[in-house]
C-alpha cells in the first residue's frame, strides 16, 4: 500500500500532496469533453442543466465514450430542450423513446422517468427541492437527502417496479456512485468551470464521495479504505479520510482518485 511505502520512504510525496497535485490536473475544462459531465454542459438553463445533468449519471455506467452518445441520443429525442420538452410534451411524443436502451436501462425507464421530470417541474421550479428532506429546514446528511429523493422519485402511482435499480438508496445500503456524482456536480462550487455549483441547499461539505471502481481500487491502495466491500458504509468511509485532509470540500478528491485510476496508478 502507499502508505506503507510513504512511510519507508521519505522522499514520497504525501499523501496530501499527491491528491492536491492530481486534483489541480484534472478539475480544468480540458477534462470536460471526454467525461459525461459534458453533457450537461451543453446547456446555460438551470433546469436543462438538472436534466441532462440527472440522465448522464444516471446512464454512467460502461464506457465514457458510450454513456455521452447515450446521452446525446437521448437529448435529440427531447429535440435539443430537455426543459421543454419534459413540460410540454403529448403522450404521442413518448412513441420515438420506446426503442431507447442503455445496458438494462430500457424504454420503460425512460418513460417513467419523463413521467416523474413532467410531474416534478409542473409543482418545483429546480430538481434540488427533490433532494431536500421534508419538514426540515436545513438538510443535515447527504444520506437523508437521497432517501428522501428515492422514496419522492419512486413514489408516483403508476411507478413501475423494474425501475428502482435505477435509483439508489443508502436505505438499501448502496454506495449511490452515481446520484453523488450527480450531487457533486450540481452541489460543488469554484472557479474551475467542470462542476456547476448552481444548488445553494445542500453544502459542500455535506457531499459524499462516488465510489466508482477507479476511486475504490485507488482509494483501498491508498489506504484510504479499510472496508471489504463497497457500500454506503465504504463511501462514508472514503468521505470522512478526505475530510480530514479538506473539511470543506472533501469531494473535490474525487478528481484525484479517478484521473489516478484511469492513468493506471494501481
Known sequence: MYLEKLSADSSLETLAELLERKYEQYN??????????SIPHRYSLKQDIE???FWASMLAWGQRKTIINKCL???ALMDHAP???VLNHQENDLKRFLLFKHRTFNATDTLYFLHFFQDFYKKHDSLEEAFLIPGQAEQTTTEGSLIAFHDLFCGLEDFPPRTRKHIATPARKSSCKRLNMFLRWMVRQDD???DFGIWQRIRPDQLVM??????DRVARYLGLIQRPQT???TALELTAALRALDPYDPVKYDFALFGLGIEGYV
Open 231 to 233: 457500500d454506503w458504509s
Open 210 to 215: 462516488p465510489c466508482d471502481v477507479h476511486v
Open 73 to 75: 441520443e437521448l437529448d
Open 51 to 53: 436534466l441532462m445533468g
Open 83 to 85: 426543459y421543454d420538452f
Open 192 to 194: 474551475r468551470g467542470v
Open 28 to 37: 480544468r475544462p480540458d477534462f470536460i469533453p471526454h467525461d459525461p459531465i
